[in-house]
């Protein structure tokens, strides 16, 4: 287990007057003493309130958490970074269970119970699709890629070329420690969040699904063809039933033309589905692979 004193919390804040006392106050009871505030140009009271509790607080250049996080790795000076949402939503308790596993990999996420009652039906569902569609694309085995509480090896994280903007950070953090570094989880608790939320979930929603397009094109186009060519499964079926009751109606009035087409729909719907799954063991094996080849260069 690392030592508390090589922890540093980065909190990314935005109005969040409501929460950020409090979620300061339960770091420093934990002997959370690293607190580096970065503020996304907030216009309540966050700021004074930070500075009250005698924590580094800085202002971010850019806009989003993502240019947040960027600008809160200049003030870090310890070997390990905590991230966390300063909504009140996640327990400084859980944070002992981190480091515990941080020694051995570079990324630990926290993962929430996604059937919680703290979190809405819609963030529910919406994370649980999220989380699955990035282990197909990323052939990874994750439970709560969306966790807005995780800590990642300082120097790992300075040497990722990080792009995505906003709370997608999360995503590609997961997709490019993946692909060259190890993640394991620990279970974490969910609590009521202090204050009004400032995301829309369909919004994000639909920008996260854009940037899981971005990964497969990137990480997986193999993968990403392949389901284009499943999906052509589903017009297959439709001719199919068509054909069928035509042919119930008058066995005379069998449209050979269209069947010949629906076969060839589901040949190509099927071997599309075949590759995909082959694409997603083959990425499971290029992780693999790549991480072997990682701790050889490492014992050099």
Not at 192 to 207: A, H
Request: proline share 3%.
């Amino acid at each position: 287990m690392i030592d508390k004193k090589e922890l540093t919390v980065i909190l990314p804040t935005l109005n969040e007057e409501k929460a950020i006392g409090p979620v300061i106050d339960e770091l420093k009871e934990y002997n959370y003493n690293n607190i580096v505030v970065i503020d996304g140009h907030s216009t309540d009271r966050t700021g004074e309130i930070a500075l009250a509790k005698k924590v580094e607080f800085y202002v971010q250049n850019g806009k989003g958490k993502a240019d947040g996080i960027k600008d809160a790795l200049n003030y870090v000076k310890t070997p390990f970074v905590l991230i966390m949402d300063t909504d009140y939503t996640y327990d400084p308790a859980d944070i002992s269970k981190f480091l515990d596993r941080i020694e051995y990999v570079d990324e630990v996420i926290g993962a929430r119970d996604l059937k919680s009652k703290t979190i809405p039906k819609f963030n529910q569902f919406g994370n649980w699709l999220i989380t699955q569609v990035f282990n197909l694309v990323m052939g990874a085995k994750l439970d709560d890629v969306c966790s807005g509480m995780y800590v990642i090896r300082t120097d790992f994280l300075r040497s990722l070329d990080l792009q995505l903007k906003g709370y997608q950070i999360e995503l590609e953090l997961a997709a490019k420690t993946g692909e060259i570094g190890k993640i394991v989880q620990v279970p974490i608790k969910y609590r009521e969040r202090l204050g009004e939320t400032k995301m829309s979930p369909s919004r994000e929603g639909i920008n996260v699904f854009k940037n899981l397009y971005r990964f497969a094109k990137v990480y997986n186009p193999t993968l990403l063809f392949s389901i284009f060519a499943g999906f052509l499964l589903v017009p297959a079926i439709i001719i199919l039933a068509y054909v069928g009751v035509l042919w119930l109606i008058n066995p005379e009035n069998l449209r050979r033309g269209l069947l010949e087409i629906a076969i060839v729909l589901i040949v190509t719907g099927s071997n599309g589905i075949a590759f995909a799954l082959i694409s997603s063991h083959l990425r499971r094996i290029e992780r693999k692979i790549n991480l072997a080849i990682r701790k050889m260069d490492d014992k050099k």
